[in-house]
């Protein structure tokens, strides 16, 4: 597969692709991810708005893939719903245009699990089968792959070939212990007289539990609702990026560049993908 890599993030389906195939072209209109995704990969994406790429410069890539993660704040449970009337969607609305007129062999798309059923969902499908290719909407979490992570995401894999779904694996989620550091941060524990107030309706979970909340962008910022914190003997803490980035499947040797805010690292990760789930996306190109 000669893939391109939309809205790439940090990397994600770069990380999840393996020895399938190569990332011929990467675009990302952000710094800190364009700067996460060169330390790590090597390759430096390009820094541009996807709505205004002309399909003359994506068709010269080669790519035949397209592996893509578009803003999922129009379908979020938490976001405002307008799908294709948002504008951060004005990118996946001229891709689809590209696509009509230029659509790739095969293409993944990631995002939540209220994507399904959205106007976005019915465009991609109507361009899927005018183009005569096949589709499937898959539904899976971390949780049912061996990871403690709630993580429900939509792929939505089409293909010029036919396409069967792939029996998920039913592994008992190891414990978050398996996927601490070594060494603790401790400037990451909750100070008992500032954060205190927000104790309440945190979800807290323990070394031993063999679950975590779905991290969200924002868990450097917010607490209730955006990811689970760690309970230990000394307090209540929030995870470090790095054991984020284990609980997603990122490979060990995963970097920030080292001037990025934490609160930049959280966002990065929260915006990412559950690497071992898009691996079995990608297993049924
Ligand atoms: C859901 S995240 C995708 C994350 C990626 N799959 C990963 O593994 O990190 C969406 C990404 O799209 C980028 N983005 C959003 N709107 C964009 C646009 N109009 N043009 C280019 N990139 C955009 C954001 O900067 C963000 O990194």
């Not at 205004?52 to 890539?61: D, I, K, N």
């Not at 927000?198 to 807290?204: A, F, K, N, P, S």
């Amino acid at each position: 597969m000669r893939v391109l890599e939309l809205f790439s993030g940090l990397g994600g389906w770069r990380c999840a692709l393996g020895d399938r195939g190569g990332v011929v072209a990467a675009y990302d209109v952000s710094e800190a991810a364009n700067a996460t995704y060169a330390l790590n990969h090597g390759e430096v994406p390009e820094a541009r708005e996807l709505a205004t790429v002309p399909l003359a410069e994506l068709a010269a890539t080669g790519a035949d893939t397209w592996l893509m993660s578009p803003p999922c704040q129009p379908f979020c449970r938490m976001g405002n719903h307008q799908g294709l009337e948002d504008r951060r969607s004005l990118a996946f609305l001229h891709l689809m245009e590209v696509f009509r007129q230029a659509a790739p062999d095969r293409l993944v798309l990631e995002n939540v699990v209220g994507f399904l059923g959205s106007d976005a969902h019915a465009l991609l499908s109507e361009r899927v089968r005018t183009h005569g290719m096949h589709q499937l909407d898959l539904q899976a979490c971390p949780s049912r792959f061996g990871w403690p992570n709630q993580r429900p995401r939509v792929f939505l894999v089409a293909s010029r070939k036919p396409l069967k779904a792939l029996p998920q694996p039913r592994l008992p989620p190891r414990p978050i212990a398996e996927f601490l550091d070594d060494l603790e941060d401790e400037t990451l524990y909750l100070r008992a007289s500032k954060d205190a107030r927000h104790h309440q309706g945190l979800d807290l979970v323990e070394a031993g539990d063999c679950r975590s909340a779905c991290f969200i962008g924002g868990y450097g910022r917010r607490f209730v609702g955006s990811g689970s914190f760690l309970k230990t003997e000394r307090g209540v803490r929030r995870f470090s990026p790095s054991e984020v980035a284990r609980l997603l499947g990122l490979p060990e040797a995963f970097r920030f560049p080292e001037a990025l805010s934490l609160e930049a690292r959280y966002r990065l990760l929260g915006n990412s993908l559950s690497i071992p789930v898009a691996a079995w996306a990608l297993d049924h190109l």
